[in-house]
């Protein structure tokens, strides 16, 4: 398995297949939770993280923001770019590796939405772009992560799942290697076999908090799902937190 699993399996049209269940609905949660907890005014400028296919900055850009998003995948960057044309929305779209992004605009906030952290093998990669993002927020200016629960992925790890979706059978493995959830996916069509993989390293929360702050941030609101519940260390799907600059 290639460090740079990623490249393949976000190109991949499988891809938001098997996550149809993250749509419009679950973003607006998410969003409309922060949105009750921060304070931004309109045209305020906000960067949308490893953005996919633009939900999140779909639903930003009607709240009256100038949203900027990125991405590594072309193909999903298209979809985004085709939705929010749709909307006749005004849109800021370009192709960047999360490691490599070059902005010298300043945000008001930045969203670091759907698990888009722990992607590769060392804390300094996977930390780099919140030490980046420090440089990049005004002062004052937000950055919010949602990501897994460390611990309750470890004690409610599914080993084996199967499903079928637009006529595929997809089987998922799921085990924990050095504190990283590694999942393989196959992808069986008539005899013709797909194989994906996503690797996804775990952070504990105190972990998170310490890094940030050693980065200059200060943990300003946290919460364990989209319903906006306090965050339960063995109970919490999610981990959401909002820092502030």
């Not at 290639?2 to 749509?23: A, C, T, V």
């Not at 370009?94 to 945000?107: E, G, N």
């Not at 085990?175 to 996503?198: A, C, H, Q």
Request: net charge positive; hydrophobic share 40%; aromatic share 16%.
């Amino acid at each position: 398995m290639k460090n740079d699993w990623f490249k393949n399996w976000f190109e991949s049209d499988y891809y938001l297949q098997i996550y149809s269940h993250r749509n419009l609905s679950d973003a607006n949660k998410l969003i409309n939770l922060i949105f009750n907890n921060i304070n931004l005014a309109q045209g305020a400028n906000v960067l949308d993280a490893a953005c996919g296919p633009g939900r999140h900055s779909l639903i930003l850009s009607k709240k009256n923001l100038n949203v900027y998003g990125f991405d590594l995948s072309l193909n999903l960057l298209k979809i985004a770019k085709s939705s929010l044309s749709s909307e006749n929305i005004q849109f800021r779209l370009f192709r960047s590796d999360i490691r490599k992004v070059c902005l010298k605009k300043l945000f008001d906030a930045v969203f670091l939405l759907f698990t888009s952290f722990g992607y590769f093998e060392s804390d300094d990669e996977n930390f780099l772009f919140p030490r980046k993002s420090y440089l990049l927020l005004k002062s004052n200016g937000y950055f919010i992560i949602d990501y897994f629960n460390e611990s309750f992925v470890k004690n409610n790890l599914v080993p084996k799942s199967i499903k079928k979706i637009n006529g595929n059978a997809i089987s998922e493995e799921r085990t924990l290697i050095d504190n990283t959830v590694v999942k393989k996916i196959e992808i069986m069509n008539g005899n013709r076999k797909k194989v994906f993989f996503e690797k996804v390293k775990l952070y504990d929360k105190n972990f998170i908090i310490e890094k940030f702050e050693n980065i200059g941030f200060s943990a300003y609101k946290i919460f364990g799902n989209y319903e906006g519940d306090s965050f339960n260390k063995n109970e919490s799907e999610r981990l959401i937190i909002i820092f502030k600059k």
